[in-house]
């Protein structure tokens, strides 16, 4: 037998439903914010993800699948979604083309890393990104945008957590700052950190070594270094996000993995999923289109692992729709009138299984248990002469005969005995609850 590839994984029937409730999500949201989609090549120039994604990252420096082609040239299967976006925008004028460059992206994504729970070489994204507009009304429309998104997979106990990592004018006092606090002790951290003191050190807040983190602990903040236009911009998100009534904390160590984040950065932790635990994050990148070759735009975005946020999904949601009904043929001509009868059901949206081969009645009958449909239709010589199909419901065992054109609404209109007797049970007056606004939480850490 050949095998999967360590660090992919195949998904399964009984998980489909999951990914389907997270993707139906995510375009219902997207589009409600006037999000449009683009749909990007699994494979890009390698230098598309050198010069957007940051030489001195680890995903371009470790994690790449990155090759040479047969003509020639450096390829590499993307890594994330963003510089693919800013190449689009870029490359087909979506500036012109759209009233707002909004622009949604959903799809797979290689990096060569350790796989572990809800983290593989191959996982897929949401992908969201704003560009040409540097309102700070849109950075916290984003971010709330990213919470509407959690709360419609009713995640609970989501955290969001933001900061501001400066600008091009701010940013190298705060970095100088961090490496004069650091001093002689950069060679007491892991081998990670001492590089990225080098290269970018900001990174240094990234680090997961649990020996590394007293030290980092004490290192300065980055809120504390701000210019005056990078105080007012935090200021003003906050400030919108205090009027959505969202709940946020403050967090000096948020400064993402990606060299382009400059300003506003966010991530939305969930609950439960131990030390990996980031649903999502994302920030504001006003360099990243001069960068790659296009007009000087400012942008914004987020990405959202949907492996993740399939693993926090809550018990029972996304579970597949149960089947309507099972044909049973009992033999002869019955079986050309069962198919006609699956096809004319199947043709008004109704879930519907027969089985093939000619096989026995009881062996259709015992297929039509295991499949966990709500009901059996039974067409034998009796039925096909009066026009009519036995109905049998699964659960009760209740059995009638129906007209052959009444089916269809006999099985679509009648719930399953539970449900009957919950309606049953409901008082008429009864109304599903409706949330309320949650308050305003703003919290500032060390």
């Keep these: 037998m050949i095998s999967g590839i360590r660090g992919t994984r195949d998904i399964l029937p009984d998980e489909v439903g999951r990914w389907r409730r997270v993707e139906r999500a995510a375009v219902e949201v997207c589009e409600r914010y006037g999000y449009v989609e683009v749909r990007t090549p699994v494979i890009e120039r390698e230098e598309l993800f050198a010069k957007g994604t940051g030489e001195s990252t ?10 040479t082609d047969k003509g020639g040239e450096r390829v590499t299967l993307r ?3 963003t510089p693919s976006l800013v190449r689009a925008f870029v490359e087909h004028g979506l500036e012109q083309a759209l009233p707002f460059a909004k622009l949604y992206s959903l799809g797979p994504m290689f ?4 796989p572990q729970k809800g983290r593989y070489r191959q996982f897929h994204q949401l992908d969201v990104e704003v560009f040409g507009i540097a309102d700070p009304a ?3 429309e984003v971010i709330e945008m990213a919470s509407a998104f959690v709360a419609e997979l009713g995640l609970e106990g989501a955290e969001l957590v933001i900061n501001s990592v400066g600008c091009e004018a701010c940013r190298p006092a705060f970095s100088a700052a961090l490496l004069a606090a650091l001093g002689e002790r950069v060679s007491d ?3 990670d950190c001492r590089r990225r003191a080098d290269t970018n050190p900001l990174r240094i807040f990234d680090c997961k070594v649990p020996a590394d983190q007293p030290i980092i602990d004490a290192l300065p903040h980055s809120e504390d270094y701000l210019c005056d236009a990078c105080r007012d911009h935090f200021a003003e998100v906050r400030g919108h996000l205090d009027a959505y009534g969202l709940s946020y904390r403050v967090s000096h160590r948020l400064v993402r993995g990606l060299d382009y984040y400059m300003r506003t950065t966010f991530e939305i932790l969930g609950a439960g999923l131990g030390a990996q635990n980031a649903l999502l994050g994302g920030g504001r990148y006003d360099g990243l289109v001069r960068q790659l070759g296009g007009p000087d735009r400012p942008g914004i975005g987020f990405a ?3 492996e993740r946020l399939v693993l926090a999904l809550p018990a029972g949601a996304g579970d597949a729709a149960p089947v309507d009904a099972f044909v049973v043929a009992l033999g002869g001509a019955t079986w050309a009138a069962a198919r006609v009868l699956a096809r004319d059901l199947r043709r008004t949206g109704l879930r519907v299984l027969i089985d093939y081969g000619g096989r026995s009645s009881k062996s259709q009958m015992k297929r039509a248990n ?3 449909a709500r009901h059996m239709l039974i067409v034998g010589e009796d039925e096909l002469a009066a026009g009519e199909v036995a109905v049998k419901e699964m659960e009760t065992g209740e059995q009638r005969r129906v007209p052959r054109d009444g089916v269809a609404s006999a099985i679509a209109n009648r719930p399953a005995a539970h449900d009957r007797g919950r309606q049953a049970s409901q008082p008429a007056s009864e109304n599903p609850g409706v949330a309320g606004d949650a308050g305003t939480r703003s919290v500032l850490v060390d």
Excluded at 58 to 67: G, N
């Design 370 to 372: 295991r499949s966990g």
């Design 111 to 114: 990096r060569y890393e350790r």
């Design 138 to 140: 849109v950075d916290a």
């Design 304 to 306: 959202a692992g949907l």
């Design 79 to 81: 890594p994330e979604a």
């Design 58 to 67: 680890d995903i371009v420096q470790k994690e790449m699948y990155a090759f």
């Design 189 to 191: 951290l892991c081998g």
